[in-house]
Structures are given as structure tokens and as C-alpha cells.
């Protein structure tokens, strides 16, 4: 389940996903969001964090994101990926190489509140 959070500026896309996250998830929450963001900016920022109960991905869920993903990859600024999973910090890594994503940075768990402050600070403020 993924679960839309508030207190954001209108440019972060920003959500915490719970449980199994499936491709209807995917489908009716977070396209929606993101989808809507980008009628009113150029580029878009992400804040996703997962939840203590978070338990996996689904494969439906993964190939609609990677589907979302390069269909949209110039359209981010940064995106804040909160998790202790140690693949998805991994996979963050990798996209962040990539550089197609705009920044991407994995915070842990116990740093969600940096995470915060680094997605909404103003752009041309330090991405490190």
C-alpha cells in the first residue's frame, strides 16, 4: 500500500509505503501524484520512505516502475529514497550514477528527518 504525505511543498511528490506494494498501488497513488505535480512544474522532486512494515515489492509494482521511471527520467530533480532495505539502497546508488534521475540519495531510517530538509531545500542549495 502506498499512502500520500502531506507537508510537502507542491513540488515534492512525496509518499511511505506500507506492506506489499502492488501495481494497482502504483497505478491509482503514486502515477496520479507524480502525473499531477508535473502539469504545474518543469521538474518534480520525490520524498519515498518505507514503512517498519513495509515487506516487498511486487513484480507488477516493479515493472510499472521501471516503465514510470523511464518514461519520466528527466523529469526529477532529486529524489529522497528512506529505507533500511539494503537492495533498494543499493539500487539508488545505481540510479544515481546513471544521472538520469537527477540526484537520488538513500537515507536511513534514523535520518528520515534529514531526508525531509534535503527534499524540500531550495534548488541550487547543496545536493551533498
Not at 506500507?18 to 491509482?28: L, N, P, Q, V
Not at 512544474?41 to 520524498?47: G, S
Not at 544521472?99 to 551533498?128: L, N, V, Y
Request: aromatic share 12%.
Amino acid at each position: 500500500m502506498i499512502e500520500v504525505l502531506g507537508g510537502f511543498p507542491d513540488h515534492v511528490a512525496a509518499y511511505v509505503c506500507h506492506a506489499h506494494m502492488t501495481k494497482d498501488d502504483y497505478e491509482s497513488v503514486l502515477m496520479p501524484g507524480v502525473a499531477d505535480r508535473l502539469t504545474r512544474h518543469k521538474k518534480i522532486r520525490a520524498y519515498i520512505a518505507m514503512a517498519d512494515d513495509f515487506a516487498g515489492v511486487e513484480p507488477g509494482a516493479l515493472w510499472e516502475d521501471t516503465k514510470f521511471g523511464l518514461a519520466h527520467m528527466l523529469d526529477w530533480e532529486r529524489i529522497a529514497l528512506v529505507t533500511d532495505v539494503d537492495w533498494m539502497k543499493h539500487a539508488a546508488q545505481f540510479y544515481n550514477l546513471l544521472g538520469f534521475f537527477g540526484s537520488i540519495r538513500a537515507f536511513p531510517t534514523a535520518e528520515m528527518d534529514k531526508a525531509r530538509e534535503w527534499i524540500a531545500e531550495p534548488s541550487g542549495s547543496p545536493q551533498c
